[in-house]
């Protein structure tokens, strides 16, 4: 249920596990406790529940992309630094690539217009600064300063 907010914790630097399959609450419980993972859910059963647990819980009622990435951020410090280190994907770390490597691999509009790319080698996909990267990080910059 919350797929796009993952995609962006991701492209955020943050280190999100999230599967559009589905697993039971007990297996997402023993996930989030045995890799000490913050729970972000809507249900609340759910929070009781790992609050036994002794997991910590975000109760995620908000709908709109932005006040979500916003109630996240307040509870855990974000960092500049470590935007677009992950694939959105599969949340494997990006390697930073040169030009020269993604020369005929992306779009010739890309490739003419960005300089800096990045590959992630689990799914073996390019990344860059789209416009839609861009909008997303300057509203995100916002609600961070
Ligand atoms: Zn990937």
């Not at 995609?7 to 943050?14: A, D, E, T, V």
Request: net charge positive.
């Amino acid at each position: 249920m919350l797929g796009t907010l993952a995609k962006w914790l991701r492209i955020l630097g943050y280190d999100t596990y999230y599967t559009p399959n589905k697993i039971t609450d007990d297996d997402l419980l023993e996930i989030a406790k045995k890799e000490k993972r913050i729970l972000i859910t809507r249900d609340k059963e759910l929070i009781i529940r790992a609050k036994k647990h002794t997991i910590t819980t975000i109760k995620m009622q908000e709908t709109d992309l932005i006040e979500q990435i916003r109630k996240v951020i307040k509870e855990n410090k974000i960092d500049e630094k470590k935007f677009l280190s992950r694939c959105s994907v599969c949340n494997t770390e990006l390697l930073s690539i040169s030009k020269d490597q993604v020369n005929g691999k992306v779009p010739p509009k890309v490739f003419e217009s960005k300089e800096k790319y990045w590959y992630c080698p689990t799914c073996s996909k390019y990344y860059w600064m789209g416009s839609h990267y861009d909008d997303m990080i300057k509203r995100i910059e916002k609600i961070n300063s």
